[in-house]
């Protein structure tokens, strides 16, 4: 039996008492001034401790006593089956190694899930996507573009209408089914270059098929613009650089805040660098075409090495400029790797 004096509030009026709080064996009485009270320790609720504020017992009626005997309060927790977990707690919150422990779990909890977690619930949320809501996405963001920085392509007629015969090859009647389209655009500013947008529409650009040597090199790089296309890698790409808005979506199925990112995918379209995931998704499915075709792989290399030579060129004349330069190549990189990626394939 243990008592000790401890503050008391009946919770019914603000006043203050001192009386004698007694545990004996499962039984807490409260003695003092007007106050005669009994109950079962297992009746009570003892709120966690926060920092040294001081601890509080909650009594049945509503009454409320205030208590900073340690053992007395240990005893009252054993009894009520709390001890180990309050314990623990409260270890944990005054042990600095424990701490620093906690938070390097966080750390890594936060880690794993941008690594592993955020690309699975891309992945989800991008390929749940409903195909009219795909649509307006990349119907809108070429719309952008147009707008901002690309105009109409000065290919002959014919030259295009071989090219998108070349594209509707490539796509194959799954393809032709899905809507895939492939858009000629000229864009100095971006130079050489093929974009994906949603809904599986393609663009080139007039200096990407001037700098091919033979049409098997600008398959190439249609069939990796389709495989980001089949892969939705665009779509998984801005997924996963809006975290916030990801798992808003992927949790609540709330589409706006995936159509919303409309307006800002063209940007992400000319700045951003695929993941290697993506990129060797992509490459991998350029490689299956091709070896499907009898083309041979080194086509894909040599336009490939073309690209980040004229990429290096380009480079070099915007040095000290205020825009850097960019190319197909800008928005995919590692290109040494790839080459030789693509020419050990053979």
Same mark, same amino acid.
């Given at each position: 039996?243990?008592?000790? %004096? /401890?503050?008391?509030? =009946? +919770?019914? !009026? ?6 004698? #709080?007694?545990?004996?064996? *499962?039984? @807490? ?26 601890? %509080? /017992?909650?009594?049945? =009626? +509503?009454? !409320? ?6 053992? #007395?309060?240990?005893?009252? *927790?054993? @009894? ?267």
């Amino acid at each position: 039996m243990k008592s000790v %004096t /401890v503050a008391y509030f =009946d +919770g019914k !009026v603000s006043t203050r008492q001192e009386v004698v #709080l007694t545990l004996d064996g *499962e039984v @807490v009485t409260i003695r003092g001034k007007g106050v005669d009270l009994a109950y079962p320790v297992a009746s009570l609720r003892i709120p966690p401790g926060v920092g040294s504020v001081r601890r %509080t /017992v909650r009594l049945p =009626d +509503g009454g !409320v006593c205030e208590l900073e005997d340690a053992e #007395l309060l240990a005893g009252l *927790e054993r @009894v009520c089956g709390g001890k180990n977990a309050v314990h623990l707690l409260h270890r944990w919150e005054r042990s600095l190694p424990l701490a620093l422990a906690a938070l390097a779990m966080i750390a890594l909890v936060v880690v794993l899930f941008l690594r592993y977690g955020v690309p699975t619930l891309a992945r989800h949320a991008a390929f749940a996507l409903p195909a009219a809501t795909e649509g307006t996405i990349g119907r809108e963001s070429l719309a952008t573009l147009d707008r901002l920085l690309m105009k109409p392509s000065t290919l002959s007629k014919e030259r295009r209408a071989e090219l998108t015969a070349l594209f509707q090859r490539l796509a194959g009647p799954a393809g032709g089914a899905a809507g895939y389209r492939l858009e000629f655009r000229s864009c100095p500013a971006i130079g050489a270059n093929a974009i994906a947008l949603p809904a599986g529409i393609v663009i080139i650009t007039d200096d990407l098929v001037e700098l091919a040597k033979q049409d098997d090199e600008i398959a190439a790089i249609l069939a990796h613009e389709l495989g980001h296309v089949r892969g939705r890698h665009i779509l998984r790409h801005v997924l996963q650089s809006s975290v916030a808005g990801l798992v808003v979506a992927t949790l609540t199925g709330d589409l706006v805040s995936i159509t919303s990112l409309a307006a800002t995918l063209p940007t992400v379209l000319v700045d951003a660098s695929f993941s290697r995931e993506f990129e060797r998704e992509a490459d991998d499915a350029a490689l299956a075409w091709m070896k499907s075709a009898g083309v041979p792989p080194r086509r894909y290399a040599e336009i490939l090495g073309r690209l980040q030579a004229q990429l290096d060129v380009r480079h070099g004349k915007k040095a000290g400029g205020s825009h850097p330069a960019r190319n197909y190549l800008s928005t995919h990189p590692d290109t040494g790797e790839r080459i030789r990626r693509i020419l050990g394939s053979i």
